[in-house]
């Protein structure tokens, strides 16, 4: 099971249970979508078994000395706490030894105390004491690929009871997928405005006009041998005052995936996909392209994006011509099938 | 002259410095540090300031020494940009603070390490401080060629060039300073090109070695385009790992070093408010830094993998000159085997492409997929 997958909490697994979460949580993993939404579930969960919870949340950046022994101290009222800090992996000494202390004493019943660890070597000695002191550990790996972004948006829908087609995911990815809190919200908004089975035309629909997926549009044009079509398509975006830069790193992104598909041989898109941090669709996308493709010129496509992406970086009136120029080269690389 | 020890393979230039330091009276107000990476121009300047401030003329070991050279010296300020250029609201300060008479030592020193990012504004800010210094001010400018310099600028300096010193002087020193086994040293001050961070990293660190290898490994590894455009993302993934790694070792260096400055314990759990603020500061700076540094990262990789062409082509000559990367010689060899002189110049102008590119912004993968199309093997 993807660790996400175990997040969402529903009403029925949270009733008439005493108590549901350990005095202490770690939050691990640099992914802060993934990182928020445990927060969010483990207050939730808290919530039905304290329903006046006294959430307090602190941070590395913004800490005073003494705060969280002063929160975690027994209160006059007796009120649940649950203390959430916040970049204990960018603590400075004296919130690590703040925390250090609580944990060498304990917390009051009625208290339980969040802390997120994003990675690295800094603040290991407060996760080593949670753990050792039994806390549940609950983890938001890194969304990077695009495997794992599919996976994510993927589930996403079905966790909403939603049927999502395999082309509404892949036109959502290349749309948002750049950003995944993005690509999270971006699920969200299509799960609360739309109903039915989501599938591209949809998705065209509400992400259709971003920047990326006109390099996407332009990219597929490009590959698919169709000068004209990418041009235009081009032409319309500049028109629309898109920057050509990103509209190159797509087409440098897309040459990439068909010279790394062509190369990995024969075999299942699944598997080829997990070899390459792909996700199937582009591997299937990639095997539909590359019968026009030989790997030389590919190899010369990818050096021709090279010298346009200078011009384009060095600015200027020219950078437009040599995209368009590059878009040429790459079109007459392809051979007719 | 202890404070000199840092310094090596630069006999000329130290012997201009250290006749300068005998005779005050006559100093020369404004000078200018030229040499390429690795020389150490600003190791150089620091010593120099130490051994002005130093009662004994640079003994390296009295507090005037050590804070002139670590740059926490009251009158002796260390200037250098993360940035392209070195704006004018920075140089005016710089004026300003040269009028002022030193307050504990004898003279006020500034040095700024990248002269080279002056541009006309910033530069033409500083000229009449430059021209006529107040009696007690030394500026010493840093810059790796004269011709990086504002002709109006260098102008008005006492010129010292330093060299790239050679590779035997390298490993001495990291036989001397930092106990690494002479054999090792030599090698790694080659690999190095003489470059004495780089030295150190690669006699010291085991990482360092094997990223070095694999990034050699490159030169003769590629033969068809998906070798090319696995080797680029080998590249981009062996620079992230050295950045990490470098900038790690640097940031806690800097760490310590401000902890010392300020008098606070390193190993304090809890450090007072101005030192927290402190360190504060730093890190900010140091998160700025992390892009800068791995542009060098990569240019870095590029200059190794460069050197590999241009051992192939001392073979080629038959002049038996040391090679850079004698701890690869069976490569070299291969590469000599295979190519002519002309496609081995071709590839290191490929390389020289790359780094243009990258270092005019292109996406740094696809300049560096581009140059390992045109780096595959010949058939
Ligand atoms: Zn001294």
């Not at chain 1, 979460?21 to 802060?32: A, D, S």
């Not at chain 1, 969010?40 to 941070?59: E, G, N, Y």
């Not at chain 1, 997990?274 to 050096?303: C, F, H, M, T």
Request: glycine share 8%; net charge negative; aromatic share 2%.
């Amino acid at each position: 099971m993807r660790p996400w997958q175990a997040l969402p909490v529903t009403s029925e697994n949270l009733i008439g249970v005493p108590r549901h979460v350990p005095p202490l949580v770690l939050v691990t993993g640099p992914e802060q979508v993934l990182a928020d939404r445990a927060v969010a579930s483990v207050l939730t969960q808290l919530r039905v078994t304290f329903p006046q919870l006294d959430v307090v949340r602190l941070d590395a950046a913004t800490y005073t000395p003494g705060d969280v022994i002063a929160h975690a101290a027994p209160s006059l009222f007796g009120e649940d706490k649950a203390i959430v800090v916040a970049d204990v992996d960018e603590a400075g000494d004296e919130l690590q030894g703040d925390l250090l202390a609580l944990l060498a004493v304990g917390l009051e019943p009625g208290s339980t105390l969040i802390v997120r660890h994003k990675g690295g070597n800094r603040g290991r000695k407060v996760l080593d004491a949670m753990t050792g002191a039994g806390a549940r550990v609950l983890e938001a790996p890194a969304i990077k690929t695009d495997r794992d972004k599919t996976d994510f948006a993927t589930h996403e829908f079905r966790a909403a009871g939603r049927r999502a087609t395999a082309g509404a995911i892949s036109a959502l990815i290349e749309a948002v997928g750049s950003n995944v809190a993005e690509l999270a919200s971006a699920c969200q908004q299509l799960i609360a405005d739309t109903t039915g089975v989501i599938d591209e035309a949809v998705v065209t629909t509400y992400h259709g006009g971003k920047v990326v997926a006109t390099g996407f549009r332009v990219a597929d044009a490009t590959l698919a041998g169709n000068a004209s079509e990418a041009l235009r398509l081009l032409r319309h975006a500049i028109a629309a005052g898109v920057d050509p830069v990103p509209i190159v790193a797509v087409l440098a992104q897309q040459l990439r995936q068909l010279v790394r598909v062509g190369n990995a041989g024969r075999g299942r898109s699944v598997d080829i996909a997990r070899d390459l941090g792909l996700a199937p669709w582009q591997v299937d996308k990639a095997n539909r392209l590359l019968p026009g493709w030989s790997a030389e010129g590919l190899g010369r496509s990818i050096q021709a994006l090279a010298a346009a992406d200078a011009e384009v970086k060095g600015g200027g009136r020219d950078a437009v011509f040599a995209v368009e120029r590059a878009i040429l080269t790459i079109t007459d690389e392809r051979q007719p099938r | 002259m202890s404070v000199w020890r840092d310094v090596v393979g630069q006999e000329p230039a130290l012997a201009v410095l250290q006749r300068a330091v005998t005779d005050p009276a006559a100093l020369t107000q404004t000078w200018l540090f030229t040499g390429p990476p690795g020389s150490g121009r600003s190791i150089v300047a620091r010593a120099f300031a130490a051994a002005l401030e130093c009662p004994d003329g640079g003994c390296g070991d009295c507090h005037e020494c050590r804070t002139a050279y670590d740059g926490t010296h009251a009158d002796v300020d260390l200037v250098s940009t993360e940035g392209l250029f070195i704006n004018v609201k920075q140089t005016r300060s710089l004026v300003e603070l040269a009028a002022r008479r030193p307050s504990v030592g004898r003279w006020r020193v500034i040095i700024i390490e990248d002269a080279d990012r002056l541009n006309d504004h910033s530069g033409n800010a500083l000229l009449k401080a430059v021209e006529e210094p107040t009696s007690r001010t030394v500026w010493m400018l840093c810059a790796p060629s004269l011709e990086d310099v504002l002709v109006t600028i260098r102008s008005r300096a006492r010129h010292v060039r330093l060299r790239t010193p050679p590779p035997e002087a390298v490993a001495e020193l990291l036989v001397r300073r930092d106990g690494v086994d002479p054999s090792v040293a030599i090698n790694a001050a080659r690999a190095a090109q003489s470059h004495v961070g780089f030295a150190r990293r690669l006699a010291t660190d085991e990482g360092a070695r094997i990223r070095r290898r694999d990034t050699l490994r490159l030169a003769t590894s590629i033969h068809g385009v998906g070798d090319a455009v696995d080797a680029a993302a080998d590249l981009v993934k062996i620079a992230d790992e050295e950045k990490e790694r470098s900038l790690d070792d640097r940031n806690r260096a800097e760490t310590q070093r401000l902890l010392e400055t300020l008098g606070a314990d390193p190993g304090a759990r809890t450090q007072p408010p101005h030192v927290r603020a402190q360190l504060n500061a730093l890190e900010k700076e140091q998160r700025t830094r992390a892009t800068r540094v791995g542009r060098d990262v990569i240019d870095r990789a590029l200059t190794d993998l460069t050197s590999m062409y241009r051992d192939a082509l001392v073979r080629h000559t038959g002049s038996g000159r040391p090679l850079v990367n004698e701890d690869h010689v069976a490569a070299v060899d291969h590469l000599a085997a295979i190519m002519t002189s002309e496609q081995l110049l071709g590839c290191m102008e490929t390389i020289g492409v790359a780094r243009e590119r990258i270092d005019a912004n292109v996406a740094p993968l696809l300049a560096l997929e581009a140059m390992a199309l045109d780096l595959r093997l010949p058939r």
